[in-house]
């Protein structure tokens, strides 16, 4: 359990004055509802779950968190998002994509999807606002571990053979990118844990693991990569003496060895048409994406919206990537990719500004990072490194897993951003701001 930092009433962290509460919260209704709302956002449990399909899910957790927190409002530090600097090229990019609907090109579509967008810049705020301590951020992380595994059930309890999914509301390479996000923060909970927790743990991120396999995404599996090779590299994990455990060669080489052995058990055990998809990204020579000639060619669809969004730098509008296609000689296909998505819908800046959030973000956890090491070790300094460190692992394989898919607008992402916000904010309160970044 991480300890909660103490507030001075006249403290300064990066430009935002905090001041004390005047009383704790009398309790934690408002982020347990907030848990559980950011739980069915992602895991979107509405699309899938028996008994709860068709209902309003978010619409209601939201309502609920929002009157939980209204009633803890005196007791809360407050907080100004704006002042945030992970927040801000974040709240640019999505008001961005709710004002397309003033430049689109075919207005029903964007305003259509812009509905996407204003809950996600609603939600974007009152987490940052009501998350106020490091146990909150906890909740919230579990609350993501737990989107991440329900999805990865539900995927492998109804599998039938095939490239694995749902049903028609899901696709399989939305899927895979939803885990690759959450798969990072699943192991991060373990650090510091042992017996049965951690082993239920485990398995947790192994049945993920297995679910991004069976989806036959390629994408997906790129951002398995990452995932794997980043956490063979710095694990997430403390050691024996408690302090977050660092990069090692020898270590490394050993986990190699280990994800490899399982990586061919497990590899056995896939169906053929799972390993035929994966097998194409070490052939790419006869993968149709890669083939300049072909029309629906994912190379080709790249080229073509590239230049249709130079043709016109202020972008086509939200949810337009599509029609664009089909105008410029396409099939009606999405971008595939959520740079070109990004850089099509919403022009160079909405490119710029979903660049920008990657590495605001990652530049920001990494000072936290760098300064949690240099203290004395203690559970909490080694709780909050983890975190720092399982949030830019979980950020490389978002982008990684993104290349290949049209996610630019993806809950998994923008909701994993205002807590990576949060947990910042909460974080730099002991942090002197001269705390060099780590790399």
Not at 2 to 11: G, Q
Not at 85 to 96: G, K, S, Y
Not at 132 to 145: F, K, N, P, Y
Request: hydrophobic share 50%.
């Amino acid at each position: 359990m991480a300890i909660e930092p103490a507030l001075a009433p006249d403290m300064i962290t990066r430009g935002m004055a905090i001041r004390a509460p005047k009383k704790p919260p009398p309790s934690a209704a408002y982020n347990i509802w907030l848990a559980i709302f950011l739980a069915v956002l992602v895991g979107k449990a509405a699309e899938w779950v028996p008994g709860m399909t068709g209902l309003p899910l978010v619409k209601i957790t939201f309502i609920l968190t929002a009157l939980f927190a209204y009633r803890a409002r005196r007791a809360f530090v407050p907080v100004r998002v704006s002042s945030l600097r992970i927040a801000r090229p974040a709240l640019a990019f999505l008001t961005l994509s709710i004002i397309s609907v003033f430049f689109s090109i075919y207005k029903s579509l964007s305003l259509g999807a812009a509905q996407v967008s204003i809950i996600y810049l609603l939600s974007f705020i009152v987490l940052i606002k009501i998350t106020q301590t490091q146990r909150d951020v906890e909740r919230l992380l579990i609350a993501l571990a737990i989107a991440g595994v329900s999805l990865s059930l539900g995927l492998l309890l109804s599998y039938s053979g095939g490239r694995a999914h749902i049903n028609s509301s899901f696709d399989p390479n939305d899927i895979a990118y939803e885990l690759d996000t959450l798969l990072p923060l699943v192991l991060a909970l373990r650090g510091g844990r042992s017996g049965l927790p951690r082993l239920l743990l485990n398995l947790a991120a192994l049945a993920m693991i297995l679910a991004i396999l069976l989806t036959g995404s390629r994408g997906g599996a790129l951002g398995l990569s990452v995932v794997l090779l980043a956490i063979t590299a710095f694990p997430l994990d403390s050691s024996r003496t408690g302090e977050l455990k660092q990069f090692a060669a020898t270590g490394m080489l050993v986990r190699w060895g280990l994800v490899a052995v399982m990586g061919i058990v497990v590899w056995g055990h896939l169906p053929a048409e799972s390993q035929e998809r994966l097998k194409t990204l070490l052939d790419l020579q006869h993968d149709y994406n890669a083939d300049p000639t072909l029309n629906a060619s994912r190379t080709v669809l790249w080229r073509r919206d590239v230049i249709s969004g130079l043709e016109r730098p202020i972008g086509y509008g939200m949810g337009t990537a599509p029609v664009v296609d089909g105008r410029n000689g396409g099939q009606y296909r999405t971008a595939h990719n959520s740079m070109v998505q990004a850089f099509v819908e919403l022009g160079a800046l909405g490119l710029w500004l979903y660049l920008a959030t990657y590495y605001v973000t990652w530049k920001e956890l990494g000072r936290i990072a760098a300064a949690r090491r240099q203290k004395v070790p203690d559970k909490d300094s080694t709780q909050v490194a983890l975190y720092a460190r399982a949030f830019r692992i979980s950020l490389a394989c978002n982008l990684a897993a993104g290349f290949f898919l049209s996610q630019a607008y993806s809950a998994s992402l923008w909701m994993s951003v205002a807590l990576c916000a949060a947990f910042v904010r909460i974080a730099s309160q002991k942090i002197p701001p001269t705390a060099p970044v780590a790399t």
